[in-house]
Nanobody
Framework: QVRLAESGGGLVQAGGSLRLSCVDS????????TGWFRRGPGKEREFVAA????????DYANSVRGRFTISRDTAKNTVYLQMASLEPEDTAVYYC???????????????????WGQGTQVTVSS
């Protein structure tokens, strides 16, 4: 069974940092692209960042570009989202997702991802 597990969420003050991790069970067919999405209070789920299998292609939402960094450790089946200069507007449940048929132009699209984790809560206080 394919399983993605997020961790690393928590409560942080504005300006602080957190690192989220997404570990896959090892059952997702390689290669695949991993994306991070988030849903803030009362908002629709939105794209945050994505990385392809080799790590050579990444994409970021404009709202996080320059503050968040996505990376992958294939040996550990793990994708990281390093978040810095956090703002209250970053408060959300963060989800990781994986897809095997994603190309660069579709990295931002939810429907391109077949597998999803349960999410981890990030709360940024002002």
């Amino acid at each position: 069974q394919v399983r993605l597990a997020e961790s690393g969420g928590g409560l942080v003050q504005a300006g602080g940092s957190l690192r989220l991790s997404c570990v896959d069970s090892g059952r997702v067919v390689r290669p695949y692209t991993t994306g991070w999405f988030r849903r803030g209070p009362g908002k629709e789920r939105e794209f945050v960042a994505a990385i392809n299998w080799s790590g050579t292609d990444t994409d970021y939402a404009n709202s996080v570009r320059g503050r968040f960094t996505i990376s992958r450790d294939t040996a550990k089946n793990t994708v990281y989202l390093q978040m810095a200069s956090l703002e209250p507007e970053d408060t959300a449940v963060y989800y990781c997702a994986a897809g095997t048929t994603i190309i660069s132009s579709t990295m931002t699209r939810e429907e391109a991802y077949a597998y999803w984790g349960q999410g981890t809560q990030v709360t940024v206080s002002s």
